[in-house]
């Protein structure tokens, strides 16, 4: 007798994913997926492709999507959800569009306390358009834009978003994860079930960092890619809970 | 129903709510502020959305979202508050997403003015956004038109799952006149199949504008234009006034229109007979009034509170059969009804 012990989760479609090889979009998604699924949320939610790599994620959760001009993510998902409160929204949104083009959509919407849940993936580049600068490349690295490599006088500090964030009153739930150790993903899950409940309890704007990786983008090996996410970024992006106002049980 | 003497940005308001509006999302900007202002205080009590975003990128944006949840939804601004919603604009026209714009025009360009103004007409005729698109758009002349037009304007939007426009001038926005908004009805409007609500067991829906090969892109491009090309056939609006025995025809829309009005009386007191074609639709141009041209007609005038945008549809329209000539003010500047008269002396001597 075989039992199954594994399955692909509902929450994903069967098209196969654009990323690229070692990028952890892909653990990304599995892990949202597989929790609105757990969640019994397929059904009831609407999701926000964004601009850049992850612009076509609409072809990947299985679920409503809409897609958002660069940026917007927020905004949209604010109109959706005000005329449709009963909807679970989220957002899926990349550190240029998020930290970059459309702060202003996203802090607005925090403070607002939309019900809304962002998962915001910070690789620190522009992945899609080929390796430019982000707001939240680390000092010193060298990308297209930025070709002697981040500095302070000419492009200010890395945004670091989770801690801004934390400081706007409204915002229910925010944690900084980082999934290149497999044995975190349950716990990550775990987190990403509490920003999602928080949403369900109304409890109002609930936020996701995931520090992610760019092996092609930032010219190494995934292996190599994953290490300097864990001991580079992890330094100046560190893990943990910003912000949690509580669950009422 | 008793007529009600109302300011025009609140006859919009009421008029929009009259139409079955269940969402506005909105900015603030000189002359429009009536109109978030009215929904402001009477949407939520009638258990609809009213929200101010932080921008007007982020308003249009919000109603790209309620719109693809299926909500008949509405947001106004003025000139270039009209200008930063244009990305979105596209995205809605490119998503085939239904929403009504209230632009409440004034001069520019940049800051300009707040004084009333027709100097965006090419901004909503040729597409302010990138891409192959139109919207389909209205620029009434009087508050009556104006709220019997936006009352119909969110059925149009849902018709051609596109966005519709209607271009006011600051004039209209603030002037008061009686208006009669006819009966209450109570209506429900169901989430079309289409809209990105949540599946609920159902197929999954996907609302985009993104289409990575080029052939993909052009067959929805095509199919676009299948849905303009109807507009331009079903949806051209105009009024004609005195075509039949007129030597001179004056072309003009809105508050322009009204001026003309008055210098067309004063010309027959004169003894000169003009007549007017007065487009009700800036998209589609209403073409159709121009197709048969009296013989008693000698050449166009086309007066705009602008330099000169729509005399360019005139000028296609006309094609050539006979003169066009042009009499404009800008920035704000709204012409007196003399002003007409001598540019209509003056054509009649060119003319000659």
Known sequence: MSKIVYEKTKGLTDNPFSYCPGCTHGIIHKLVAEVLEEMNLL???????????????????????VQASH???????????????????????????????????????????????????????????????????LLGKKTTTSPFGRNVEDHGMPIKISEMFATIPKVAYLERVSVGKPQSHRKIKASLRKAFQYQLDKKGFTMIEFLSSCPINWGMTPIEAINYVEKEMTVYYPLGVYKDVGSDD | ??????????????????????????????????????????MKEAGRVFLQAESEVSAINMVYGAAAAGKRVLTSSSSPGIALKQ????????????????????????????????????????????GDYQILSYA??????????????????????????????????????????GEEEEKEYPVPAWAADGKKGGPRRIVSSLFLDPYDLEAHNLKLKEKYDLMVKKEQR???????????????????????????????????????????????????????????????????????????????????????????????????????????????????
Request: charged share 20%; net charge negative; proline share 5%.
């Open chain 1, 43 to 65: 059904d009831k939610a609407v999701g926000l492709a964004s601009v850049g790599c992850s612009v076509t994620s609409y072809n990947y959760f299985n679920c409503d999507m």
């Open chain 2, 87 to 130: 990305e979105g604009i596209s995205y809605l026209a490119g998503a085939e997403l239904p929403c009504v714009i209230i632009n409440v025009m004034r001069g520019g360009p940049g800051l300009g003015g707040i004084q009333p103004s027709q100097s965006d007409y090419y901004q909503i005729t040729r597409g302010g956004g990138n």
């Open chain 2, 238 to 352: 105009y009024e004609t006034v005195n075509l039949a025995d007129a030597e001179i025809v004056l072309v003009a829309y809105g508050t322009m229109a009204r001026v003309c009005r008055s210098a067309i009386k004063e010309l027959a007191y004169q003894g000169i007979k003009v007549g007017m074609i007065r487009p009700i639709t800036l998209w589609p141009f209403p073409a159709k009034a121009f197709e048969e041209i009296p013989e008693n007609v000698k050449g166009f005038l086309t007066a705009e509170m602008s330099l000169g945008q729509m005399i360019d549809d005139v000028q296609l329209a006309v094609n050539g059969r006979r003169k066009v000539a042009f009499f404009g003010r800008a920035g704000g500047v709204v012409p007196e009804p003399n002003e007409v008269v001598d540019a209509i002396i003056k054509f009649k001597e060119e003319l000659k």
């Open chain 2, 140 to 181: 009434p002349e009087n508050l009556q038109e104006t709220v019997d037009i936006i009352k119909a304007s969110f059925d149009k939007a849902f018709e051609y799952r596109n966005p519709v426009m209607i271009a006011v001038d600051g004039l209209i926005g603030q002037m008061m006149e009686p208006i009669n908004l």
């Open chain 2, 1 to 42: 129903m008793k007529k009600v003497l109302v300011k025009g940005n609140e006859a919009m308001a009421l008029a929009a709510m009259r139409g079955g509006c269940e969402a506005f999302f909105g900015y603030p900007i000189t002359p429009q502020n009536e109109v978030p202002e009215y929904l402001s205080k009477h």
């Open chain 1, 71 to 137: 940026g917007r993510a927020c905004a949209v998902a604010t109109g959706i959800k005000r005329t449709h409160p009963d909807n679970f929204v989220f957002t899926y949104q990349g550190d240029g569009d998020l930290a970059s083009i459309g702060i202003a959509e996203t802090i607005h919407a925090a403070n607002r306390g939309e019900n809304i849940t962002v998962i915001f993936i910070n690789n620190g580049i522009y992945g899609m358009t080929g390796g430019q600068m982000a707001p939240t490349t």
